[in-house]
Structure formats: C-alpha cells, structure tokens
C-alpha cells in the first residue's frame, strides 16, 4: 500500500466541484474515524495547478486509497512538490510525513 494515485481534474472551473465533493468525502471518513477513536493524520490529498495546461490534478497519500478509488484516480509515483502543489485535505502535518524537509526548504 505504498501507491499513490492521481487523477486529473481539468482547468480551474472543471476542477472546482470534484475538489468540493473530495473535501466533503474526506471530512465525513475523518470524522467517522475520529468517532471510532482511530488516527486519519496520514490519510491526505494534495494538488497541483499546472498553469502552462490550464489543469489541475489531485494526489492521494497511499493511506487515502479508498478515496482514490471512489474517485477512480490511478495509481502513480510518488508527486515531487513544487511552488504550485497544495495540501488539499488532510493534517497539516501531511507536509512533514510525505514530504519531509520540503517546507523548511521554502524558507
């Protein structure tokens, strides 16, 4: 389970309501794992603009795939974060556990 997945949304607007119902989704499993007493801080969604083809496209953390899947996204390789990629839903601390030292090399 060390997949991550992606799935590309599409420009900005496209991208606006599946962005939505993907925030939604991960509220409603966060707080029905949080009822049950289990951690969900590993379980994250990034994204990314690429702004040369208009698109945005979404990646989620190997422990979110079963949103993946709902969301029909594809397995791929593990995203390099750049200026333009995003935490989209999950513990900030997401930066820290995918992406160890990225943040503190921004600064």
Request: proline share 6%; glycine share 6%; with cysteine.
């Amino acid at each position: 389970m060390d997949n991550w997945y992606l799935k590309t949304l599409g420009d900005g607007v496209a991208a606006f309501g599946p962005t939505n119902q993907i925030q939604e989704a991960f509220l409603a499993l966060a707080k029905a794992k949080a009822a049950d007493g289990q951690d969900y801080s590993d379980i994250s969604v990034f994204q990314h603009h690429d702004l040369r083809q208009n698109s945005v496209t979404v990646y989620f953390s190997p422990k979110a795939e079963f949103l993946a899947k709902a969301f029909k996204a594809e397995p791929c390789e593990k995203p390099t974060p750049s200026e333009i990629f995003a935490l989209l839903v999950g513990d900030s601390a997401s930066w820290k556990t995918h992406f160890p030292g990225y943040l503190e090399s921004r600064r």
